[in-house]
């Protein structure tokens, strides 16, 4: 892993953070050898992430991808947090926005949450990266921007704001994670959600609903009205809840 493959250490004097170092501008010339730079680097770890996981983005195997040593590579990127930074704000970049809300918070919350969930879904490493660490990169700024934004003018003060903004938060990335986990599962047993349900679930199922134990549970199975929705249709049904909760609370948070 990224941790273990570093030999010293960042300068202790260094920011802090990736975002106040200077890029390294490497110099040419005749017998140089050609230089990097973090996107370089930072896409070549996206695509490795997207096809096997983050655990694989190791700078050793990124150098090998470049055609380079590892220690080169260390310039331009000298931590794990620094390329996990990286890796997040890259795939943020790929969130489209408008430049600011409508004025319909809610509609522009719905777009938000949309393209959260594109997004998600294409980097199946990126909401449990982002989940896991403190991360102000300067695209995951304007995505959070615009949903702080959404709320502007509705008469709320900041920390309910960002509180409402968390609450959004919160479910877009557990229903996200959640549908990645599905998708996984398929992959490593060959069983969709469905058969899942009727082949391997379904008898054991079965046999709880007849029992009689919990009949709650069995409410959920035999009266629900959401059991076959599709992932999309799930994640606009839990979404809507939110919002709708949200919109409750807005006049309660109001100033009297």
Do not use: C
Not at 24 to 53: F, H, L, N, W
Not at 68 to 82: C, E, F, I, K, W
């Amino acid at each position: 892993m990224y941790a273990n493959e570093r030999r010293g250490q960042v300068d202790d004097d260094e920011p802090t953070s990736i975002w106040m170092r200077p890029e390294r501008q490497e110099r040419s010339g005749p017998g140089r050898r050609p230089g990097y730079s973090r996107e370089q680097i930072t896409r070549t770890a996206v695509q490795i992430a997207d096809a096997e996981g983050v655990e694989a983005a190791t700078m050793r195997r990124i150098a090998g991808e470049l055609g380079t040593g590892a220690m080169s590579l260390y310039r331009y990127v000298p931590r794990r947090d620094d390329l996990f930074d990286l890796m997040i704000d890259q795939a943020m970049a790929e969130v489209e926005l408008p430049d600011g809300p409508s004025g319909d918070w809610r509609g522009d919350l719905i777009l938000l949450a949309g393209e959260t969930r594109t997004i998600g879904l294409r980097h199946p490493w990126l909401i449990a990266l982002l989940t896991s660490r403190p991360t102000l990169g300067p695209h995951l700024l304007r995505v959070h921007e615009f949903a702080l934004d959404a709320f502007d003018g509705l008469g709320l003060d900041i920390d309910d704001i960002t509180g409402l903004v968390g609450m959004l938060n919160d479910y877009l990335h557990s229903a996200i994670r959640r549908e990645i986990g599905w998708l996984e599962e398929t992959r490593r047993t060959g069983l969709d959600s469905e058969r899942w349900k009727r082949d391997y679930m379904g008898p054991y199922v079965r046999q709880v609903v007849e029992s009689g134990a919990f009949p709650m549970f069995n409410r959920s199975v035999l009266d629900s009205r959401t059991a076959h929705l599709t992932p999309e249709e799930r994640f606009r049904h839990g979404l809507d809840r939110i919002l709708d909760a949200i919109a409750a609370l807005i006049p309660s948070l109001r100033p009297r």
